[in-house]
């Protein structure tokens, strides 16, 4: 169930394109009344961030009660294809003070449990109650038979022109936003839990939403919503802006814990990420790579900046990267021409970046990659987040807040050379016989800080290995022709070896010139003719 809910919010990333085809050819609306076009809302309700808090604690301490789908059968019928028929009429927007655009999610098979949605105004909200007029519904879609009982699945924002949403929240706790290029791809969620362990995991749920505009003239919409869930329950805060770079989503949640929890994921991302030009070997596919994100960036509490290429692993796979106060950590697409991927209907270059900020001290913990096999891009196989050491008990109360960048290039990421490619190919040198599991490694940086510097600028590759590793013919030096540079080396594994972590990076009299480049070498991987050693 898992993987097709995870498959349905990938392919939910071209519902924008389809409705704004379907809005365009008026024909399929069904003229409305003025009183039919109205919105119906609930009473108002006193609201602020401290009621909702407050109401979260008091959740905490009830027992956790499931959401009640109304219609389950009818609701089962409506699979993709018929989920897609359902369309927000775009004379039922509802708007915020400020104008911003606000339209709802039709429930369907794989988001079947409803979401209380309201609106603030001031320090009162009102319920948005539903009904099916505030949907074009084919007549013969299963959908036609509901009438006032089936609720909003989750809701999307329109830009100015009213013409494309640029943030949507569907399903559990996840949420997007389009990033700089107007492309949705990889999803953050609110919380995760029990991510990557033997018994299954815990999707908490967004259970209700309360939209409001904000008094800062550049916040675009501030989204409050209750998270419940077997373990937790939440309060959320997060005020979202549009820039010219992307967008930016500042994130408050305060966490209630009804049980103890094994492994609590802040901050989480998912991803996809079938294959490279390096693992080519794993797809059978006409396109030169397919993946929405290609490396884990990590900004470590001591400053150091890391480069972890994804993988497309024969098993499932979870590192940690053990750390203090973390500065941030995120899901990149750092190749963006479109020559590498030659895909001009969902458009891989031109996927979003997330980065994380944390903005208080996160304490002790890792963040952790989850990396799962996959073979097809439908699935999505990556997901990573910060666990806190300090795991919490029942009756804690933990809060978080951070910001999201969402964008080509992650806020603040210039001052080192980063990772551009990194290949892999037989170890030795040419014309001479070649060792025996021996692996050579090469990886390009490129950066303003490299500008100018020459191979008589005392620029050294720091390269080391875990376990009983050989590492010989290292090499720095700039690539003809550009300012970038290139580090070579060979490794050579012993027979019985399991797993190899590499690390490589560039300095000049003992001060770092680039991020660190790391590397996961696993035994099934040891295979140059095939070239299917995962790197990025």
Not at 122 to 139: A, C, H, M, N, V
Not at 354 to 368: N, R, T
Not at 455 to 462: E, H, L, M, P, R
Request: net charge negative; aromatic share 10%; charged share 25%.
């Amino acid at each position: 169930m898992r993987k097709y809910h995870e498959a349905v919010l990938k392919r939910i990333a071209l519902l924008p394109l389809f409705c704004m085809l379907m809005i365009l050819n008026a024909g399929t609306i069904t003229p409305a009344t003025a009183e039919e076009l109205a919105p119906e809302l609930g009473s108002a309700e006193p609201f602020s961030f401290e009621v909702l808090k407050e109401k979260a604690q008091d959740l905490s301490k009830q027992d956790y009660k499931p959401a009640v789908v109304e219609h389950p059968d009818i609701l089962e019928k409506l699979d993709f294809d018929a989920h897609q028929q359902i369309i927000f009429r775009t004379d039922r927007n509802v708007y915020l003070d400020n104008g911003t655009a606000i339209q709802m999610f039709h429930p369907g098979r794989y988001f079947p449990e409803p979401v209380k949605m309201s609106i603030v105004d001031g320090e009162t909200s009102r319920e948005l109650k539903y009904k099916p007029i505030y949907f074009d519904i084919p007549k013969d879609n299963p959908a036609s038979a509901l009438k006032d009982e089936a609720g909003f699945a989750g809701f999307r924002l329109l830009r100015e022109d009213e013409k494309t949403d640029w943030i949507a929240f569907l399903g559990a706790s996840y949420f997007r936003t389009d990033g700089a290029e107007q492309q949705y791809g990889m999803s953050a969620r609110g919380l995760a839990i029990d991510t990557g362990l033997s018994t299954p995991e815990e999707f908490p749920r967004f259970t209700e939403f309360y939209l409001s505009s904000s008094e800062a003239p550049d916040i675009d919409a501030e989204i409050y919503a209750i998270m419940d869930s077997p373990s937790v329950t939440g309060a959320y805060k997060i005020q979202a802006r549009q820039t010219s770079e992307g967008q930016t989503l500042d994130v408050s949640s305060a966490l209630y814990f009804r049980k103890p929890v094994e492994r609590l994921g802040i901050a989480p991302l998912t991803s996809m990420f079938w294959y490279s030009e390096n693992n080519r070997a794993r797809a059978f596919d006409w396109r030169p790579e397919v993946h929405d994100s290609d490396g884990l960036s990590i900004e470590t509490g001591a400053g150091e900046r890391i480069w972890r290429p994804l993988n497309n692993p024969e098993t499932v796979v979870t590192s940690s990267f053990m750390d203090k106060d973390v500065k941030g950590f995120g899901l990149l697409q750092r190749d963006r021409e479109f020559s590498s991927y030659q895909d001009d209907g969902v458009f891989y270059n031109k996927r979003p970046s997330v980065w994380i900020e944390p903005l208080d001290s996160w304490g002790s913990g890792a963040v952790q990659l989850l990396e799962i096999p996959t073979e097809d891009e439908i699935f999505d196989n990556i997901a990573a987040y910060w666990a806190p050491e300090d795991t919490p008990k029942a009756g804690d109360m933990r809060n978080f807040n951070y910001r999201i960048y969402w964008g080509n290039e992650p806020h603040g990421r210039a001052s080192l050379a980063r990772t551009i490619a990194s290949r892999v190919g037989a170890g030795g040198i040419p014309g001479q016989p070649r060792p025996e599991n021996s692996l050579k490694m090469v990886v390009d940086f490129s950066g303003d800080g490299l500008d100018g510097l020459t191979a008589d600028s005392n620029v050294v590759a720091d390269v080391s290995a875990s376990g009983d590793v050989t590492i010989d013919n290292i090499s720095a030096r700039p690539i003809v022709g550009t300012e970038d540079w290139r580090v070579t080396f060979d490794i050579e594994v012993p027979k019985d070896f399991t797993t190899v972590e590499l690390r490589a990076f560039l300095k000049q009299d003992d001060i770092a010139l680039s991020e660190t480049w790391l590397k996961q070498l696993r035994v099934n991987e040891l295979n140059p003719t095939a070239n299917n050693v995962h790197a990025n």
